[in-house]
């Protein structure tokens, strides 16, 4: 079992920044896969960004490359997304993700809104 809680989200006008946190807990963070994903008013749950276990491979949505970092802290059990250039389609509910390779278990958090507005 994981435990996820994410932290971080608010209100940013379009251009700035915001930096979003999952803490993770009840298992060793390193053997998972780290994503965070989102979800927009009326739209699917969508893929953000992923972190390898250990080698800190990332993968990015397109919509996302070059403004959006994923990076991890496995000796403090987190997973961090560095979002910047926010634009108002970013506005979404993100939410944090675990999975480990081989496993079926899929662990989500609460999920935290990010809203982009002027």
């Known amino acids: 079992q994981v435990q996820l809680v994410e932290s971080g989200g608010g209100l940013v006008q379009p251009g700035g920044s915001l930096k979003l946190s999952c803490a993770a807990s009840?298992?060793?963070?390193?053997?998972?896969?780290m994503s965070w994903y989102r979800q927009a008013p009326g739209k699917e749950r969508e893929l953000v960004a992923t972190?390898?276990?250990?080698?800190?491979?990332?993968n990015y949505a397109d919509s996302v490359k070059g403004r959006f970092t994923i990076s991890r802290d496995n000796a403090k059990n987190s997973v961090y997304l560095q979002m910047s250039s926010l634009k108002p389609d970013d506005t979404a509910v993100y939410y944090c993700?675990?999975?480990?390779?081989?496993?079926?278990?899929?662990?989500w958090g609460q999920g935290t809104q990010v809203t982009v507005s002027s």
């Open positions: 993700n675990a999975r480990r390779s081989g496993y079926s278990a899929i662990y």
């Open positions: 009840g298992s060793t963070f390193s053997n998972y896969v």
């Open positions: 972190i390898s276990s250990l080698t800190g491979i990332t």
